[in-house]
């Protein structure tokens, strides 16, 4: 079987028990010691198990809806190619919160993909059954057919309905469906480069200046130059650039499997905030301040030298 064979969506309800949720998640998975949620609305983890086919990696890309533009800009995009759609409840507003999370991604779910709604087990089995009557309301409207509902207390009810998720998905594995790791592309990232006030060059580059620094992001290499923006007239033998080293996994930097170009997204907010300065890595030579001092020296050695 090979490894992260499918992917599934869940989207936690932005309630304050979210976090608990979440943190109940990654304790039944495998994940980066950083949590993405917060930098790029999803944390990608990982549940490894055995199924009647063989040894499985299940991604689970969890995600939150909040109010910030950007962050219903880019939710949609996670939903691409996942083979379930989990939506994990906690309050009497859980109808709601799925009906508009559901009115935001229609366009790239598929209606045969089943549903699946998680709550905690609280209440009594008459609440249970009237959240259930809505629920199979909100789906009857939209034209959904496949959908459940699943209640749970403790980290290993996750990991067994997990389970149950993997051996679906491998028993009824799609033949003319190919996996999807996740959305995004080069048109994707440069569309959200232009909702953020980011021109896009026909060269795929951008273009953003920070104090006296320059920044030249090419969306479609990956690669981020800085370059002395008081010598952009300065004669071509003495202008001064280098190629920034940008891996830091924790800050949603890294080149992470499945990612894509989405690491371009995290970098050009970096840069349009200002905190781009204060990236630290696992070496003092791949520390933000450290490159941009040392272009500012080349630039002192070189170009205003060549002036005098």
Not at 26 to 54: C, Q, W
Not at 63 to 75: A, Y
Not at 199 to 217: G, M, P, Q, S, W
Not at 250 to 255: E, H, I, Q
Request: contains cysteine.
């Amino acid at each position: 079987m090979v490894r992260f064979l499918a992917k599934v969506i869940l989207t936690l309800e932005p309630i304050i028990t979210k976090d608990k949720f979440h943190e109940s998640i990654r304790e039944i998975s495998a994940h980066h010691k950083g949590n993405l949620l917060n930098m790029i609305g999803v944390d990608p983890v990982v549940f490894r198990t055995e199924s009647s086919r063989g040894e499985v990696d299940l991604q689970i890309w969890v995600t939150t809806i909040t109010g910030s533009p950007l962050n219903r800009l880019v939710i949609p995009f996670y939903y691409v190619g996942a083979r379930k759609y989990i939506f994990m409840c906690g309050s009497k507003n859980s109808v709601t919160f799925v009906s508009d999370a559901l009115q935001l991604v229609k366009d790239k779910i598929n209606a045969l993909y089943e549903i699946m709604i998680l709550c905690p087990i609280n209440g009594d089995k008459k609440t249970h059954s009237r959240l259930k009557t809505k629920f199979r309301k909100l789906f009857a409207d939209n034209n959904l057919e496949n959908f459940s509902f699943h209640n749970w207390s403790e980290p290993n009810d996750l990991a067994a309905i997990f389970k149950d998720v993997v051996e679906d998905i491998v028993v009824n594995m799609p033949q003319d469906v190919g996996y999807v790791p996740v959305g995004f592309d080069l048109s994707t990232v440069e569309n959200i480069a232009r909702q953020q006030g980011f021109e896009v060059t026909d060269n795929h580059e951008v273009l953003a200046k920070l104090d006296d620094i320059l920044f030249r992001i090419n969306l479609q290499k990956n690669i981020v130059y800085a370059e002395k923006s008081d010598c952009i007239n300065c004669p071509k033998e003495c202008k001064v650039s280098k190629k920034l080293c940008i891996e830091i996994a924790d800050k949603g930097f890294s080149t992470m499997k499945g990612l894509g170009d989405l690491r371009m997204v995290s970098i050009l907010l970096a840069i349009k905030d200002g905190t781009i300065l204060t990236i630290k890595g696992g070496k003092p030579q791949e520390d933000i301040e450290v490159q941009i001092a040392h272009l500012r020296e080349t630039f002192e050695k070189t170009c205003k030298n060549k002036k005098k």
